[in-house]
């Protein structure tokens, strides 16, 4: 986007390389396994938002940190080929670029270890140094891999301004009720929503539960995956998502799907239920590409899999059972 442009959608948050191996199995403690794919890619959750959002359509503006590394320039560049505004992601000379060690089985079960580096130095100094460009986005985008101070700062920012706020709360962790009383629309996996609220979500009773609970707290909206499927809950009903029966690779970055697109639904002025209807659709398309950036949709993928949908809403399929 032009560099006078105004971003709809501001993102703040991580911003890392991801190294992914893919094997017959996960190892264990002290094991060795010998994999057979290798993987190597932008990634972070703030990073993975961002570029999500743009493939959508969306005008987006990224605020984060990278390293003054090879790796940080290589990720900047490979952000702006993705259309996304970086004047806000930092450069930092003392840290090195965050880094993600995956590892994904056959049956597309994952398991990570993360380095976050320049992201964990973030400073509310650099949410401030964007303040104009939160207040005039419709969305603000954020996870919690960057400190808890500065997206809390970011959010409070949008709050004060009207610009709607989607948090997708991972890595999972409780948060204070201030920010939750500031979220339009919070969505958190089956672990983070337990971590939120001390549900265990297993199925979509206990997603209502956790949802409710956090509905109680303030946030305006929820939606909790399960094993089986999304629920969606605001004040005036619920909608139950079921998992679509697919082939899937791997879901790693399918949560981060379905929260760029429902940011940029909603930035659309689409309501909570139009918007979670096809952010599920782009987070159905993100399982079946190994890695989190590769597998986030086009707006022409979605939208011709939105096309395809029967007269119901539903799809002909049955819904996957894993
Ligand atoms: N078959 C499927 N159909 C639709 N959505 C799916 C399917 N399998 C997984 N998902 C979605 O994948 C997402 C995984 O979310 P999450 O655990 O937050 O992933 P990540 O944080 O790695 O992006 C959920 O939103 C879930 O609904
Ligand atoms: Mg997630």
Redesign the pocket.
Known sequence: MAAEEQADIVVVGGISTDFLVQGPRLPGPGDRVEGHLFLESLGG?GANGAVGAARLGARVALIGRVGMDARGLALLEQLEGEGVDIRSVGRDAGEMTGVVLEMVDEAGRTQSLASPGANHCMKVADVMRAEERITAARVLLA?LEVPLDVVSAAVHIARAAGTRVVL?P?PAMDLPEDLLEAIHVI???AK?AEALTGVEVRDRDSARRAAENLLRRGVGGAVV?SPDGSLVLWSEGELWLPDLALERADTT????A??AALAVAIAEGESLTEAARFAHEASALATLRLGALGGLPTRDQVESRLARLGPSGEWPESPHHP
């Open positions: 959750k996870q997708d991972a969505r958190p996996n983070e995956a970055g399918a949560g981060d379905f929260s």
